[in-house]
Nanobody, 116 residues
Framework: QVHLVESGGGLVQAGGSLRLSCAAS????????MGWYRQAPGKQRDLVAD???????NYADSVKGRFTISRDNAKNTMYLQMNSLMPEDTAVYYC??????????WGQGTLVTVSS
């Protein structure tokens, strides 16, 4: 079982930056790809960005050029650097990992609020 803990959310003005972190513990040797999802009030949970074990990245069109995903395998931690934040980025951000066994795991979420 993999346990994920997100941190770094908060309130920021439009145009500002935040960095989210996701620390993994437990059966980390089963982790394959990692990713960030977000869910705004009344909307579905959508992929923001993901990163494979070899470092290949993928971004939602809405965040390309503004967000950067990275992972430090030595620290079992994934990051999401968010720049040029906009009010429409307001959401609960969730860390997700895809496991080699075929399942996945989710963090509890961290709230990001961008004021205009």
């Amino acid at each position: 079982q993999v346990h994920l803990v997100e941190s770094g959310g908060g309130l920021v003005q439009a145009g500002g930056s935040l960095r989210l972190s996701c620390a993994a513990s437990g059966a980390i040797f089963f982790i394959n790809a990692m990713g960030w999802y977000r869910q705004a009030p009344g909307k579905q949970r959508d992929l923001v960005a993901d990163i494979t074990s070899d470092g290949s990245t993928n971004y939602a069109d809405s965040v390309k050029g503004r967000f950067t995903i990275s992972r430090d395998n030595a620290k079992n931690t994934m990051y999401l650097q968010m720049n040029s934040l906009m009010p429409e980025d307001t959401a609960v951000y969730y860390c997700n990992v895809k496991l080699l066994t075929g399942g996945d795991a989710w963090g509890q979420g961290t709230l990001v609020t961008v004021s205009s």
